[in-house]
């Protein structure tokens, strides 16, 4: 990593730039602790750690000297991403792991933001539970699921083209040899011939180049086929947050209605404390109004904590759908750019093919 201070700098002078090394599994412990720290944040993703979607010719080690400088890329565009973000850029553990060498892991494991991290069992738990989810999150996670499917499918048969379009190219390298040995038998036409060979092996070893460059553009696909998870994320968060003020709602209500029987001495349900006291009498006064205040102690915390979840909630939602939007006007802007870079290579790539069988008329004309 290398980086620059720029608020502290003279005027007409340049901070010095700091360098320091990190590995892969250093980026995912900064990214898990963003995510938990900032929940109702659409948190960037990371590139892959294994190469996937990848033509037959092209390697899947994550190794492969192509692919680590493609993932280093991708690295590189997680940080422009952080510290382009309006809330995550003023994140002191992420200002720590640029700037420092040694020691930051230490403030984030201080942060103790791994027990505020949810368990997966529990975020499913909510998920099939929770009884009056929001229906705008909903959405967007029914939109997250559509998204990763549809840019899957789209790497998938990009991939396939460029296997066909490879053995396309790499069979002109045919005509290139057949020109040449045909060259060598004809007099008058062997110059042409030559000429046409040339052009022919020219453009059967463009493709590497053609295909390095498509690797770019789909790595852009990648970035928001791993984004759409980024998404659910906020979602489940969401879940949770609701699941977790219906299980509140629920038992102050319940308490409040024990409360109720014990002042009343009714009880409106079959219950086990129903039956103890026809087993083996009624409490004495004593023991109901001791009870009774109990509950009204906790009735009282209950309301208090309910309030406190129902504010906690309208700010979540107000936050990250703020992000969301955020978000959406990112991707907008960013997928109609690669999608546009992306044709306009491939009309660039049609009009060498053209420009090629061009060459090889006017070889063929000069014989």
């Not at 029914?142 to 499917?149: K, P, T």
Request: aromatic share 10%.
């Amino acid at each position: 990593l290398s980086s620059r201070a720029v608020e502290s700098q003279s005027e007409g002078q340049c901070a010095p730039v700091d360098s320091l090394w990190r590995r892969y599994s250093e980026f995912e412990l900064l990214r898990n602790y963003l995510s938990v720290t900032y929940p109702h944040i659409v948190v960037p993703p990371l590139p892959e750690k294994r190469a996937d979607f990848v033509w037959h010719k092209l390697s899947a080690d994550n190794m492969d000297p192509d692919f680590v400088e493609r993932r280093r890329i991708g690295l590189e565009n997680f940080l422009l991403r952080v510290a382009s973000h309006p809330v995550l850029c003023q994140d002191k553990i992420f200002y720590a792991f640029l700037t420092q060498e040694g020691g930051w892991k230490e403030m984030v494991n201080e942060t103790g933001f791994q027990l505020k991290a949810d368990s997966r069992l529990k975020a499913l738990n909510a998920t099939f539970r929770v009884k009056n989810p929001d229906k705008r999150f909903t959405e967007l996670k029914h939109y997250s699921d559509e998204l990763q499917s549809v840019i899957s499918h789209l790497l998938r048969v990009r991939a396939r083209v460029a296997d066909r379009l490879y053995g396309v190219y790499k069979v002109h390298g045919n005509y290139g040899r057949v020109f040449s040995e045909w060259s060598a038998i004809e007099k008058e036409m062997g110059d042409g011939l030559q000429s046409a060979g040339h052009h022919m092996d020219v453009y059967a070893a463009s493709i590497d180049d053609i295909l390095e460059e498509e690797e770019h553009y789909a790595d852009q696909l990648k970035e928001y086929l791993f984004y759409a998870e980024a998404l659910r994320a906020v979602c489940r968060k969401h879940e949770l947050m609701q699941y977790d003020l219906e299980m509140a709602a629920q038992d102050l209500t319940s308490k409040k209605q024990q409360c109720e029987e014990l002042a009343t001495g009714t009880v409106r349900t079959f219950s086990l404390k129903g039956m103890t006291s026809k087993l083996f009498g009624q409490e004495t006064p004593e023991q109901r109004e001791a009870k009774i205040k109990v509950l009204e102690e906790q009735i009282q915390e209950g309301e208090e904590q309910l309030k406190s979840k129902n504010l906690e909630g309208r700010d979540f939602v107000k936050s990250a759908w703020a992000d969301i939007e955020r978000f959406k006007e990112q991707k907008n802007h960013d997928l109609k750019e690669a999608l546009i870079s992306y044709a306009v290579m491939q009309i660039s790539m049609c009009k060498k093919g053209i420009q090629v069988w061009t060459n090889a008329k006017e070889c063929f004309s000069k014989m």
